[in-house]
């Protein structure tokens, strides 16, 4: 007579199910995973933290964006764009500028303003600016430039009443490969240095992601400790600069 296999009891195969889900070897693994997990988070903040560094503004050059004194978050070693102010570093010596032109562009000037490619950029009507924080001085033309129609910033001239009109004026040229071209916004104050005009790549050393602390002036009371960001802005509605 042939013998019936016995059913395993409920009781049988929980406790085989609670056996195989509590094995060693998968738990080991979970741990694994954890540890790996948070592994990659720290390096991650890590090297966040490594190419992120604090800078200081030294001089006008970049007026009205930045001033002497303002505290600043460089990014290094990430990419840059057109618009973006820069720190370029070369033998020993730095500047901030910002990026107006990437190769293969002709740049040039007409009646005081900048052209790309033979087009004049958007100016906005002028403004007087003037800066008491930094002592007194002859208040100059502000204008919103626009290299396109998401890329704009402010920029100085000449100083008003001044017995001696000045305005900008550049040769032209085109930038060559593996080069941009980077100004001043403050025009009337940008030293015609290596670092003022066409510069090679390698000179860039980072993208300044922000102001991190930044002084009181006349037309802001914001001082302490933030973000405030110095990116292009969209300009106001008026012909395309490009």
């Known amino acids: 007579m042939k013998r019936r296999r016995r059913r395993p009891s ?4 929980r406790g085989r199910l609670k056996s195989v889900s509590t094995s060693p070897k998968r738990r080991w693994g979970g741990r694994v995973i ?19 560094e604090l800078v200081q503004a030294r001089g006008e050059a970049m007026a009205p964006a930045l001033f002497t004194g303002d505290v600043l978050l460089l990014e290094r070693g990430g990419g840059v764009a057109l618009g973006d102010v820069i720190l370029i570093e070369h033998q020993g010596r730095s500047a901030l500028r910002r990026i107006l032109a990437g190769p293969g562009v002709q740049l040039g000037s007409l009646n005081g303003g900048l052209t790309r490619d033979g087009v004049p950029l ?22 919103l430039e626009c290299i396109d129609a998401q890329r704009c910033h402010e920029i100085l001239g000449d100083y008003i009443g001044g017995g001696h009109s000045w305005q900008l004026e550049i040769p032209d040229i085109e930038v060559p490969p593996g080069h941009l071209f980077a100004f001043c916004d403050n025009r009337r104050a940008c030293p015609l240095d ?9 000179w860039i050393t980072g993208r300044i992601e922000g102001v991190v602390w930044r ?28």
């Open 215 to 242: 002084r009181g002036t006349e037309e802001s009371e914001d001082e302490g400790l933030g973000l405030w960001p110095i990116s292009s802005q969209p300009r106001e509605p008026g012909p395309t600069g490009r």
């Open 122 to 143: 958007h100016l906005s009507e002028a403004q007087a600016h003037s800066d008491e924080a930094s002592g007194p001085r002859r208040p100059q033309r502000r204008r």
């Open 194 to 202: 290596e670092f003022s005009g066409v510069i090679p790549l390698e």
């Open 34 to 52: 954890k540890i790996g997990l948070t592994f990659a988070l720290i390096s991650l903040l890590a090297a966040r933290l490594f190419f992120y």
């Open 10 to 13: 409920i009781k049988a195969i």
